[in-house]
């Protein structure tokens, strides 16, 4: 399986975020899933994206990006932080917040690629630390107690509102946790997320249909539900479906 690494990039300078996406989208592993022009969008991006990392402008209007990354420590899962930012004076500070690292404007090519190797180091290391503990059965918390489910009997999860839905072809449960931890619990198991609200069984696929504007849907084994996969998720996904 490709490491991907969702980023969000946050500056209120146009021009920046042009140059630091133009300088990120370069590398296979890293999957651009949204920008923000301050911080008040971007917390509610990274909300509802939930990128694995923010590159993180400093100074910003009415939010700085301190007081962002303030916030975001505050989440369950927090995305990792790499500021970047014209000022070289915070960067003590800026590493209270355990950030990956601490990038310099006008950006420099070979310190961005410095930046996107540490991650994928960081990130690499997480996974195969994940996979040395491969969950066995997933515990799904109810009003009636704890039920334990295989991941191989999961055909795909989704999130509804405020509850997650775990759908098996026998039965289908809810739970509070979010999208993002059971993506994390699930590590080492064969699952993708081809659409921000799911996450499915890959060995459990047994269609990939066009659906409109580069999207595709799903076909999955044990169940009449159609999947959305979002065109930015369609390449990934055959790579990972495909020999």
């Known amino acids: 399986m490709k490491l991907r690494i969702r980023v969000m990039v946050v500056d209120d300078e146009p021009l920046s975020r042009e140059e630091l996406k133009h300088l990120l989208c370069v590398y296979e592993q890293v999957e651009l899933v949204g920008e923000a022009d301050c911080g008040e969008s971007a917390l509610e991006k990274i909300v509802m994206l939930e990128p694995d990392v923010v590159f993180l402008d400093i100074e910003m209007a009415e939010m700085s990006g301190l007081s962002l990354a303030r916030m975001l420590q505050r ?9 970047a930012t014209a000022y070289p004076n915070y960067a003590v500070e800026a590493f209270r917040y355990e950030a990956v690292d601490y990038l310099l404007k006008p950006f420099d090519e070979g310190q961005v690629g410095e930046t996107v190797l540490r991650l994928i180091r960081k990130f690499e290391k997480e ?24 991941p191989h009997d999961i055909l795909y999860c989704c999130r509804e509102i405020k509850e997650t839905l775990i759908v098996t072809k026998q039965k289908r449960y809810c739970t509070k946790v979010s999208l993002k931890e059971l993506e994390q619990k699930l590590k080492g198991n064969l699952f993708f997320r081809p659409h921000k609200s799911y996450l499915v069984n890959v060995q459990k ?13 799903l076909t999955l084994s044990g169940t009449d539900e159609k999947i959305p996969v979002s065109r930015n998720y369609v390449k990934a996904l055959r790579q990972r479906l495909e020999l």
């Open 75 to 83: 989440m369950k899962q927090p995305p990792s932080i790499v500021f």
């Open 127 to 150: 996974r195969l630390d994940s996979s040395e503990h491969t969950l066995r059965k997933l515990a799904i918390e109810g009003e009636d107690g704890i039920v334990y489910v295989s």
């Open 205 to 217: 696929v047994e269609q990939l249909t066009p659906w409109f504007n580069g999207a595709y849907q």
